[in-house]
């Protein structure tokens, strides 16, 4: 989950349009198609896509926390801060930095936060700048690092993670997060790896041959899904969570040649997976049935359970109303632990 190269918005510009306030009024940012009828069981076909906040640089993996009258956390990668947005409470700073701390330094093309989800007690967070797996805690803030090398090797970026029904993440971990990406002089692993991180802390490589970047995972945690610029990929999972086989999910070619970042699956099985300006529903077995079209760059979503969708938009925050939840509320509590 990486930037487009045009980053116009002028950094720390936080001129933000998600006061309580303002929420009474949310403009229309985008539209709903409905391409198979089994997407009206999913989304209405009027359903309001709105903006729900503005102003930052690239936002990234949306979160939410709590109940129907929770909060969204989300990054601002390149500003190094991960926001909170409430209908109550409108637009905060949860945390700045959310991500490097440390002095000046030209090794560092993103050195925010990025991808996130709740875990071990908090919020995971998959930490760019710092290059680790981290579990945050909510209250005090105070950062644990879950995962920093395989093999000795100190970790690209940290991108995109899920949490396993068995309490494992899985994670993504381009070089995105570093000056030079690819050409990085600081990298350390040649590839662009994808992850099991076990509760005991071992870190075991799922596929190192794709250009992974967002990640999912299906409700009985048997299909992990992975996104490259060829497509998405799907593995199919032992009962130790581990690749049995890899297959292509949806190729690029279907989507005008455009891959995917981040995506969410829902507790039926769906992938809502961003791909350019739209949010695409995906079947289980890979037909599009529908999608949330906007006019802005899609990075990644979560669902809320205030029952609506929430996705990053570029410079913005936007969400639609739908008729499911995500998969990962329905983990059971001890996965969360």
């Known amino acids: 989950m990486t930037a487009p190269s045009r980053r116009t918005v002028l950094a720390g510009a936080a001129a933000l349009a998600a006061s309580p306030a303002f929420a009474q009024e949310m403009p229309v940012v985008g539209k709903v198609t409905i391409a198979d009828p089994a997407a009206e069981a999913l989304i209405s076909a009027d359903a309001r896509v709105e903006k729900v906040a503005d102003g930052f640089t690239w936002t990234e993996g949306p979160a939410w926390v709590g109940g ?3 909060y969204l956390l989300f990054s601002d990668v390149p500003q190094n801060k991960t926001h909170r947005w409430s209908k109550r409470d409108g637009h905060t700073v949860f945390m700045d930095p959310a991500g490097y701390a440390g002095p000046p330094t030209a090794m560092l093309r993103e050195p925010g936060g990025n991808g996130m989800a709740l875990g071990r007690g908090g919020l995971l967070m998959a930490d760019s700048g710092n290059r680790i797996v981290a579990a945050v805690d909510l209250k005090t803030k105070a950062r644990r690092v879950l995962a920093s090398r395989f093999e000795g090797k100190r970790l690209n970026s940290p991108n995109d993670l899920v949490l396993a029904p068995d309490g494992a993440i899985y994670f993504t971990d381009p070089p995105y997060g570093l000056k030079g990406v690819d050409d990085s002089p600081w990298r350390e692993l040649d590839y662009w790896g994808l992850y099991r991180l076990e509760r005991d802390g071992t870190v075991r490589l799922i596929d190192k041959t794709l250009k992974v970047n967002g990640v ?4 009985d945690g048997k299909t992990l899904y992975a996104t490259d610029p060829s497509g998405w990929y799907a593995f199919d999972l032992d009962a130790k969570g581990m690749p049995t086989g890899r297959r292509v999910f949806v190729d690029s070619k279907t989507t005008n040649n455009i891959g995917g970042d981040g995506l969410e699956v829902d507790q039926h099985g ?5 791909c350019g300006r ?3 529903i995906f079947t289980p077995d890979g037909r599009r049935i529908g999608s949330i079209d906007t006019d802005d760059t899609v990075s990644n979503a979560a669902f809320g359970a205030d029952g609506h969708v929430y996705f990053s938009n570029n410079h913005r925050i936007s969400r639609a109303p739908v008729k499911v939840v995500g998969a990962q509320s329905r983990l059971p509590a001890a996965a969360k632990r």
């Open 278 to 280: 739209s949010l695409i």
């Open 270 to 274: 769906n992938v809502w997976a961003s």
């Open 216 to 219: 999912g995972l299906s409700p």
């Open 68 to 70: 129907e009258d929770g």
